[in-house]
């Protein structure tokens, strides 16, 4: 992490905690939204909550700002820290000095002084329009990832829809939201949430500055394509533009797609464009975790985009229990495409990465692994990003001081864990590790074990445990 980026990130705590403990940006300026259930947050860490169709009848700016929502700055800025954000808690709980998101995020490029001055001040219910919108239409995806849920797949709805939820603890793949009047759209075409965010277009783009677009799959959204198609009859040239995609859609349509966001880009239409990528390890492991993915088709539409575009690419890893076995081919992977893809000459950044750990569903998450057996993988991987961090501008391959620090802190999480991580949370994921991949492997004609060989001491420890709470 580099001196500046770090004296900055001070600089936006210590401003942060002049208000109080708790106060964070994301919940003014950020926003995720999901109009296929009319749900949203302002951070992935707290769950989504739903927008109420009654406030969203009075003002469609209700899409971002919900009375929960409002509430929950209310406590921010009367020093409080609201549960929902426990994440950072965890983090910041830890012995010694860490930084959350709360901090890291507050210091986003996107967000000026002007906007901290701005929000600091302001009543607790006021509106306000994000700076920074993910944007999800519908949940049409043709991945249906181990740890994802049918809101966000519609591949998961039809797997559940055929054989049944999972007989497990946590009520992560259930689709009794399906059931809900008004809580869950099929059709993105007939969604009252689209109508509203289509009539707060022109007032958001004033003030936003960059905009995400996600999924599902988004390249499977027809509403997706119309927004390309709206930027380029009314371009929005101060607007970044981001996707979230898997990368497992037809080379055909990612060439398609590629060809669209050139275009913008050349007419100076737009101001700029990153594409997000999901994967968290590489090969047979990966492929399992993520079904639908292909890595070889993952890396050939990756190819077409960054050769058509020169747009740069971040790959988003959700570190899970599954990827602390197998987590070294993929840092191998990302400088096998940082020294094909970035230029010494000229350096752009043009594949980043992220390792955000999973803290749900219980059975995916790290904790649950035995230290002894396991903390030997994820202490080898921090040592391997520390043996390569980039020495100068010429290592087009290495990695940054930034990396190596958000994949420490994962490290001391898996060691450390925090109040949330009781004897009793373990127990019960790890009941539900040996029931899901049990399932998981039925549904999908795998086999754990012999895609994952490390963890056969780990699957037998889960059984014992499975076999102790049936008793």
């Known amino acids: 992490m580099s001196k500046s980026y770090l004296d900055k990130v001070k600089n936006t705590r210590d401003q942060l905690n002049e208000v109080g403990p708790g106060f964070c940006a994301m919940k003014w300026l950020n926003e995720t939204l999901y109009l296929q259930t009319g749900d949203n947050h302002s951070c992935y860490h707290p769950r989504p909550h739903h927008v109420p169709l009654d406030e969203l009848a009075k003002d469609p700016s ?21 549960d929902e954000c426990y994440y950072c808690w965890n983090i910041e709980d830890l012995p010694g000095e860490h930084f959350s998101d709360r901090m890291f995020h507050s210091s986003s490029e996107w967000i000026t002084q002007e906007d901290l001055d701005l929000i600091k001040q302001m009543p607790w219910d006021k509106p306000i329009n994000p700076r920074y919108l993910e944007l999800s239409f519908g949940n049409g995806c043709n991945f249906k990832c181990g740890y994802c849920a049918p809101q966000a ?24 939201f399906l059931n809900r009047d008004g809580h869950f759209y099929e059709n993105e075409d007939e969604n009252p949430y689209i109508d509203a965010f289509w009539k707060w277009w022109p007032d958001l783009k004033n003030d936003l500055k960059v905009l995400r677009l996600t999924g599902g799959e988004p390249l499977m959204s027809s509403n997706v394509f119309k927004m390309l ?43 700029s464009f990153r594409l997000y990528t999901s994967i968290d390890s590489w090969g047979p492991q990966a ?15 990756l ?18 229990i599954l990827c602390v076995g197998y987590f070294t081919p993929l840092l191998k992977k990302i400088q096998e495409l940082r020294a094909k893809y970035n230029n010494s000459n000229n350096f ?90 049990n399932e998981y492997d039925q549904r999908s004609f795998l086999k754990f074990l012999e ?3 490390k963890y056969e001491n780990f699957m037998k420890l889960c059984k014992e445990t499975y076999e102790k709470f049936e008793r």
């Open 62 to 82: 209700a899409l971002h700002n919900t009375e929960f929502k409002k509430q929950q700055r209310k406590i921010m800025l009367e020093g409080g820290r609201p």
């Open 153 to 176: 797949s519609s591949l998961w709805v039809d797997e559940i829809k055929k054989h049944g939820n999972y007989d497990i603890t946590y009520d992560q793949y259930g689709i009794d």
């Open 229 to 271: 198609e709206l930027l380029d009859k009314e371009p929005s040239p101060d607007l970044e533009i981001n996707m979230n995609s898997n990368l497992g859609v037809s080379k055909n349509k990612v060439r398609k797609f590629s060809n669209k966001i050139k275009k913008l880009l050349d007419e100076n239409k737009i101001k």
């Open 287 to 301: 492929e399992y975790m993520r079904r639908g993915l292909k890595c070889e088709l993952w890396e050939e539409n």
């Open 303 to 320: 190819d077409t985009f960054i050769t058509t575009t020169n747009s740069p690419v971040n790959i988003m890893i959700t570190y899970n």
């Open 348 to 437: 752009k950044q043009m594949i980043g990465f992220d390792t955000p750990y999973l803290k749900e569903p219980p059975h995916w998450m790290i904790n649950l692994l035995t230290k002894e057996e396991f903390g030997r993988y994820i202490d080898n991987d921090l040592e391997y990003i520390k043996k390569y961090i980039k020495q100068d501008m010429s290592e087009v391959d290495k990695f940054s001081e930034h990396e190596y620090e958000k994949f420490k802190r994962v490290r001391n999480y898996f060691f450390e864990g925090s109040s949330r991580v009781t004897p009793e949370l373990i127990e019960r994921g790890r009941r539900d590790f040996y029931v899901f991949f």
């Open 451 to 453: 895609i994952f060989p």
